[in-house]
DNA sequence: CAGTCCAAAATTTGATCATATTGTGATCAC
DNA sequence: GTGATCACAATATGATCAAATTTTGGACTG
């Protein structure tokens, strides 16, 4: 894809495993997977000293993955010193659901455009990976391919800082949705890609904006209503 | 010499324990005023040993810092191993007008069914001071003002979430507005809050969501002519 | 005598710093 | 221009200090 990605990784051959990524960056990024993918349960505490010793990493790189998250909004800092898991409230889950339908229709309706067919061949690819998943009840594949099917689809809006603002709030509702699959199994969950794809084919981005919206509100509702039934 | 200075003035907090604060939330509070309030250049480079330096903390909570305003947008990881204040693109500005005026509108019109009278006769006040900042052509004190405006009027929607959105946003163009305010001077600089303001009185969410829309859109296309230009 | 409550020690966790190591960009010789 | 070398900045660790929570022990009350 990217010619400069492939010599910047060149230079670094002689250090082969894959990445020379510095180590508060790797701590980041295993812990962003770990809370996006639902590992880490909503209001369970994150201590710096436990993540040294299971990442076998030092103090400072776990401190600065641990702050970058509570900027994400992917943690919480509780007052007293202490970093857990955010637990949301259905007014939280407002907000997000107006956040989510306002930017990341947005990013489908600017996607439509730049998408190749062989871009649409691929989310439909993931997207019938995903059918399987939900089958299966196999609760982190679904979690884990619903977001490659939106970071997938976004990245062809070209745009950053509206990608950027949706990424911050996935991380938000990550482990709270991990909970509502634990509870209701995959059978209920939302998958209006099916419209997507459709739209997207035609080259129809209001529509797909709108089968967008579906998606995220059906998602979001099921949170919504978890919540108050709990 | 002036090391603590900067960290000092935060004594206009009615918190008398201001200094109980820990230095890396100190460090970032202090970074994100010089940034919101464009003290700093875009592109300029910022190094952690100049600011352990200037600002007379050890390396670990300057780092945290960054890292926090990293995630913010407010700085960039420019790849190799510098940071620096964000240069924006007119596509950043499109795509921030798209996102400030969806979230900030709805922010305003969320806000206007809990204003009580004094709570508009306070941003009224400020806008007083505002107009005061403009004629006497204080940079630094319009963007203050006009920080102040929005985040009291936003604070009483009661959506955090929302309202961190939005934050982010700022920190991201504040840089840039400075440069603007520099360029063009106090005069051209725009203001609806007379509008705003006269939508809340009358308890009006959708005009007050409407002038909010038109505050944003007037300032942010400043910025965009001013790179295309420059 | 048993149970509760409070205070103070002990333990756990967080915050900061000093230092060693590593990587980057720049300079200078060739 | 190419390549070795140098200076500087970033990364990472462990030590040390501070704060908060938990545990413990004893006294007091019922």
Redesign the interface.
């Known amino acids: 894809m990217n010619q400069l990605d492939l010599i910047k990784n060149k230079a670094s051959s002689p250090q082969a495993e894959s990445g020379k990524q510095p180590a ?1 960056e790797q701590v980041y990024q295993t812990l962003r997977s770990q809370i996006l993918f639902g590992e880490l349960v909503p209001g369970q505490p994150v201590t710096i000293q436990g993540l040294t010793d299971s990442l076998g990493v030092g103090m ?1 790189p776990v ?3 641990i ?7 992917a943690l919480v800092f509780q007052g007293n010193r202490r970093v857990s898991v955010p637990l949301l409230t259905s ?2 889950i407002e ?2 659901i ?2 989510r339908i ?2 990341e229709s ?1 990013l489908s309706r600017l996607a439509t455009a730049n998408l190749q067919a062989d871009d649409i061949d691929h989310l439909e690819h993931i997207d019938k990976q995903l059918d399987h998943m939900i089958a299966d009840g196999d609760v982190g594949g679904y979690l884990r391919l619903n977001q490659a099917f939106h970071e997938s689809l976004y990245s062809h809006a ?5 990608s ?2 949706a990424e ?1 709030l996935w991380l ?1 509702f990550g482990p709270s949705l991990r909970v509502v699959c634990g509870r209701f199994g995959t059978q209920s969950l939302p998958d209006r890609h099916k419209d997507i794809i459709s739209a997207l084919r035609n080259g129809d981005a209001e529509k797909a904006a709108k089968a967008t919206a579906q998606d995220i509100e059906q998602g979001m509702e099921l949170i919504s209503e978890s919540l108050t039934s709990g």
Chains 1, 2 share one sequence.
């Open positions: 508060h400072t401190r600065e993955a702050r970058r998250l509570i900027s994400d909004g007014d939280d907000q997000m107006f956040a306002s930017i947005e070209n745009a950053a800082i509206l950027d603002l911050r938000r």
